[in-house]
């Protein structure tokens, strides 16, 4: 393993915009560019004080238009809350605009609170889970150039996501549990454990999707790719220290609490979370991959041999300092650029 691939929530720290967020989020897209990452791809979540990833296609527009090498994509688009022929129509144009690059990975969460999903299904009934099977396969075909034909009564009615392609957008099935691990081995589609939110059952739930796993024309083999939160600094006392703007707001998370913008490091350290969350916090970072640079990588190259996941994807989680432009993240790129040098 020596490509690096991306994973970026388009955090909101305490100091920024969402515009300055998403000029941040560009420029980390450069860099990744620029090292050859493999995919950079951007989530959904909604009505989130320190989350800027919203809308996933639209961010990989903005993104594709500012790179020109790596594979953007979804990490993922939550299907439930979206028409499959809206999510096909979408990405059949990203992939007409940039051919080749477009990566479309789904998931079944809300990505948000349930008052927030009700309004993004418009009151629908359900959770959109009972259906989600089917929209996968769904969309599936519809991102397909030659699209689908609908019976409607006794006519054939004809549904392509875009009049003319030449070429589709690569699904992909996330998930964190072995419900999407057996999908994604039945559709014959490629898969993506969620390791930086489970953090366990990852071996187990990789292996699964293998043994279960249907060849397609889409993919004539499995193909798996496992997520990390990871900060990387010139030494693990550093790194520690600027994860923890990120440690205390998936602690808040996790703990029900209210959410906020993500402070800066300054602001984390000046305000220590109560001893009793000790446990808790050791329990939600332990499959953190915070340290230096040769250990970063040598724990990556661990978590790949040791799930048999074919890539690893970097959530890059190392916050800001006090002082740091608004419109960037200094420690994110360097995470990227110290750990793209170790695993070369």
């Known amino acids: 393993m020596t490509a690096i691939s991306v994973l970026d929530l388009v955090p909101v720290r305490s100091d920024q915009t969402t515009a300055d967020a998403v000029a941040a989020t560009l420029a980390l897209a450069r ?35 500012a790179t020109s090498r790596v594979r953007v994509g979804s990490g993922g688009v939550m299907l439930p809350n979206h028409s499959p022929l809206v999510v096909a129509e979408q990405v059949a144009l990203l992939e007409a605009a940039f051919p080749g690059r477009i990566d479309v990975g789904i998931g079944r969460a809300p990505g948000s609170d349930p008052v927030t999903s009700h309004l993004l299904r418009r009151g629908a009934s359900g959770d959109g889970v009972d259906t989600f099977d089917d929209d996968v396969a769904a969309l599936a075909a519809l991102v397909r150039p030659e699209g689908v034909d609908v019976r409607v009564g006794s006519t054939s009615y004809p ?11 690569q699904l992909w099935l996330l998930g964190s549990s072995t419900y999407s691990a057996q999908l994604a081995g039945r559709l014959g589609l490629p898969y993506v454990f969620a390791h930086h939110f489970a953090g366990r059952g990852t071996a187990e739930a990789v292996a699964l999707y293998r043994s279960t796993f249907q060849p397609s024309d889409a993919l004539p083999e499995p193909r798996t790719i496992a997520v990390a939160n990871v900060a990387v600094a010139p030494t693990a006392d550093e790194a520690r220290r600027l994860v923890l703007p990120q440690v205390r707001t998936m602690w808040r998370l996790r703990s029900g609490l209210p959410l ?37 990588a040598a724990e990556l190259r661990e978590l790949a041999g040791r799930i048999g996941a074919d890539e690893v994807m970097v959530a890059p989680v190392a916050g800001a300092t006090r002082g740091t432009p608004a419109d960037a993240s200094p420690a994110r790129e360097r995470t990227l650029r110290l750990l793209a040098d170790a695993l070369a």
């Open 260 to 296: 906020e913008a993500q402070e800066l490091v300054e602001d984390a350290e000046a305000a220590p979370l109560p001893a009793a969350a000790d446990e808790g916090v050791a329990a939600l970072t332990a499959s953190w991959v915070v340290g230096d640079p040769a250990s970063a």
């Open 31 to 65: 860099v990744a560019d620029e090292l050859g990452a493999r995919r950079y791809w951007v989530a959904e979540h909604h009505n989130m004080p320190a989350v800027a990833a919203t809308n996933a296609p639209l961010l990989m527009s903005l993104i594709a238009a």
């Open 159 to 169: 549904l392509r996501a875009t009049p003319r392609a030449t070429s589709a957008p």
